[in-house]
Structure formats: C-alpha cells, structure tokens
C-alpha cells in the first residue's frame, strides 16, 4: 500500500446489504455511515439499485426499495424504471463474463458490469463526501488521489469474478493503482486479531484470544455465500494459509428463498408468481416481513411466528384455490400452520425449519473441514457476517463442533469485513502466504515429439513441426506461495509476420494437466504484446510471469529484445 495517502477507504459490496468506512493516516478512529431509513439508522444499506429508462441511476440502498414501492408501483410506472436488487450473487458463477447480463424485477435485462459500476461508482461517492464533512477541520482540500480504496470480494470466489469486480471499480473511476481487492474472510481476521476477545475480569484486561503459532477458522456468513478461511498466526503477527479458502451460498439469502418454496408449498406457485407479477408492493412487504421475523426466531422461541398477508396475496388465494383453509389442510403444513383474518400463524418447529437445510449445508461443510488433518490442533472458530448473528446458526455451529472448540463471536460481527478491509488498507503483507485453489499455466508449442504427442495436436510452424495447445505449468493446485512469488519461463515468436503475440493464461482442476483443451482447464484470460518487426528467420523471446499470493493474479511479459514490460490484471 502506498502510505503516502491520507486516508483508506474500504467499501463493502454486500449481497444484502453495502457500506463504507474510512480512517486518516495516523487515525486509529474508523469511521462508518449512518443510512437513513425512516427512524431508523445502520451502518450498511440494501444492495439496490433503481435506474431510470435511460439507465441513469435514481435511487440507492433503502431510497431505492422505497421510491420504487411507494411512487413507481402505485403510479404502474414500472416499465420505465430498472430496479436491481441483490445482484452480487451473479459473480458466484464461475463462467462470468464482461457481457454477462443481469434479469431486474419485471424481467427487464441490462450488462450486469454497468449496474456493478454504478453501485460502486454511488458507494465512492457518498464516501467521499462523508470523508469531506468528517475532516472539514482539518482544512485540507482533498484530492480523490489521497485516497487508497479497498474492495471487498469473497474468498471462495473465482478468479473471473475478481476480475469483474475490479472491471467495474475501474470503470467507477477508481484508478487501478489506488484500488485494492481485499478477501473478506480475510480482512475479518485482521480485525479480530485487533480484538481482544476475552476479558480477564478479575485483572481487568484485555487477554490475546490468537497467539503466535495458533491456527483459527473465520466463517464469514454474509447475505449470499458462507466463506471460510484457515490462518495460522506466525512470530511476527502475520498469517498464513492452512488450506485453502472454501464455501458456498450458504448466506441468509439461501433462507429467503427457502422461504419463497414454503410460501409456494403453502398458497400454490401460481399464487405466489402471480404476487409477484401482478402485486409487486405487495410481494416485497411480504418479503420485507420475513426479513423482520427470521431476526428474531431462536432455538428457545415457544409462540407461533405471526405474518400479515398482503391483500393481494388473499385475493389471489381465493381466485386460484378457494377458500384458504381449505387451500392450507390440502397440504403437509395442515397441522402447523393456520389463518386467523389476515395473519398466517406458522408454529415455531416450521419456521425453524426454514434454515435446516442452509444450515446443515453449512455444518456438513464444516464437517469434512474439520477431518483434514491439518486442522486436528484448530481450537478457535470465529463468526463474523450479517447471518452469523442469527442465533440458530450459531447454536448449530456451537452444538455440533463447540465441545472441543472455542466458538468466538464478536460484538459488531456484522461489521467485521468493512472494518477489517480498513485495517487492511493500512497494513503491508499482513497475509504472507496463500494456498492456490487452481493449477496456472499458459498454452504453449515445443517441437513436436511422436512418442509423446498426439497426431491431432500435431502443426507445422516456421519449418518445424510442433505440438499444439502444451499446457506449460508455472503453479500447482494448493502450492503454498508467499505474497509476490513469480513464476518465469522464456518463449520464442515463432511467426515473423505477427504484429502481435497474445500470451494466453489457463487453470486447471487438475496438478498436472496436459493440455489447455483438457475438461478440467479453463481459459482465463490474456496479454497482448506488441511485437518488433522480425526478419526472415529472426525469432524474438518473450518472458512471461506469473505472480501470485496476492488476493489477484498478475500476469507479465517482457520483450527479451527491447526490454519492455507489460503487466496487467488479466483482460478476460
């Protein structure tokens, strides 16, 4: 990082929910923002996004949810507006790519990099303008370059979606070389490892739940995705890689839409789809609802769970399936749920049940974690996320594997990414070695050998007969490898008519592919190198690097000849 600049600004871009925060140099205050929605305050807001027909953003967060409810739907203005809500989940997807498109409410698409960019882009904004009335004492005109911005993105992603994710911060006008992409599990341990999470009361201090040498867990429960990483603390306060980060879309999201399933199980799908077509204020309250509840459902709660239906959607029971407890004893929810005037009264085993199989996913993971032997000496868990303060999960989590293991949560753990993306910013290196989820190498062409090669991969180039399509190795899958580790290997243009060599980067599943056409290797993405007019029978080398343990993959070739480097993050 460069320490040159004032201040560190980190925005989270959540599934559910976004926020910023920020601190000056030498500032050990982090600052977060207080969005307003009604009476109420929160440090995050909604990840939603209203656009107009000219796809101009109108509103964000809890002004869009709200504008877009209680003006647009009214008014039936609907087809004019574009109103995205949780959209992160689109990058989970391995195969994203720059044209990707993204589906809004009414059905209506748009390139999901625009709408990823105009998050961003009104996230930066409203952050610089809390940063300018924080410090208006300071008297000191600030400049968007004394800013170093750091993104959050999850771990378990893949490298495609970390590449979008800068592609749109890019293109919010955040200068490459002031952005920083940070982990989220990652950052969250940063931010424990500034806790002190126990207290000794008697001593009255603060005791160092993580010392030198200890090996922890960080889930981070978010809104879309469960992510988890493995460190070990070294001598020196930094942390290391244990196995490699892992997951999957175990958020509260996963609930929601178990909730949607149970509505359609209960009322009928054409109900619950014609709601939502028809009736869509009335959809989102019923949503909205749910949202409330789920917060406060515990492994102890006795009364049933009470929700007031939308008159929409009891019109709609009774135009598609008649009476509605007739509708209800027509179903396995008979005896568990039932209708008093215009509330449905689910009992509280019912509800529960709602989170099983997200949560069972969740311990089933955590499960086969727990066997590698690299973690028989893991003794502290800590949860951290949005969900993680749901008291279902955490009383599973503690049940199942509490009895040997220290469950840590700790106070504000809903905040622990956004502020630990801060402490982030201001560290250099505080993760030194990180475990590569996928095999890296690029395609290449040695001379062609017939006891090894194929017929079909067999070309004739420049007078010699080489093998096409060689997946040449640079790193292997759970190699360990420090921060800014490269891995070098030196090729020939073989073509002297080429203007341009495009030095093409593929992963694998695989340790050891062969080729880059095998079903486990992927195309990431390339460099395009801008060649020397060559005479006839002159060949030119080309240096290509790969760099890694970063939170980014960096790919770099060198004109052998001129000595010129380009280096970039990949242009998939």
Known sequence: MDETRLFVAAIDFGTTYSGFAFSARGDTTIYTCDWKNNDLTSMKTPTSVLLDNEQKLKAFGYDAYNKYISTIVPDEEMDEYYYFRRFKMTLHNERITLDTMLTEERGKQMKALEIFCIAIKYLKEQMIKKLNSKFLTMKVDIKDEDIQYVLTVPAIWADQSKLFMRKAAEKADIDKDQLKLALEPEVASIYCQELRLDVEKEANRFLQTIKPGMKFMVIDLGGGTADITLHQQQHDETLEEVVPPSGGPWGGTSVDNAYIEFLKEVFGAEVVEGLRKEDLEDYFHLLHEFEIKKRSITTKSATNIVITMPVGLMDLVKKHKGN?????????????????????????????????????????????????????????????????????????????????????????????????????????????????????????????????????????????????????????????????????????????????????????????????????????????????????????????????????????????????????????
């Open 324 to 572: 509605m407890n007739n509708q209800i004893k027509r179903t396995k929810y008979k005896d568990t749920v039932s209708v008093e005037g215009q509330k449905i009264h689910i009992k509280p085993n019912t509800f529960r049940n709602l989170f099983k199989e997200t949560i069972d996913e969740l311990l089933n993971h955590l499960h086969e974690l727990f066997a590698d032997p690299l973690l028989s000496n893991l003794k502290n868990v800590v949860m951290v996320g949005g969900f993680s303060e749901c008291e279902l999960v955490q009383m599973a989590v503690r049940n199942k594997f509490g009895e040997n293991r220290k469950i840590i949560i700790p106070d504000e753990s809903g905040l622990a990414v956004l502020k630990g993306a801060v402490l982030f910013g201001r560290q250099k290196k505080k993760i030194t070695k990180r475990i590569l989820k996928k095999t890296y190498g690029i395609q290449s062409w040695p001379e062609w050998d017939p006891d090894i090669h194929p017929e079909t991969k067999k070309i004739r180039m420049g007078g010699t007969d080489r093998c096409k399509d060689v997946f040449f190795k640079f790193a292997s899958i759970r190699d360990k490898v420090e921060e800014g580790h490269t891995s070098s290997q030196i090729f020939q243009a073989l073509n002297p008519n080429e203007k341009t060599l495009e030095c093409a980067i593929y992963t694998s599943t695989d340790p050891n592919p062969r080729y880059v056409t095998d079903p486990t290797c992927q195309r990431l993405g390339n460099l395009i190198v801008d060649l020397p007019k060559l005479k006839e029978g002159e060949t030119l080398e080309i240096e290509e690097t790969l760099v890694f343990g970063g939170t980014e993959l960096l790919f770099r070739a060198k004109n052998l000849k001129t000595g010129r480097v380009f280096e970039t993050q990949l242009d998939f």
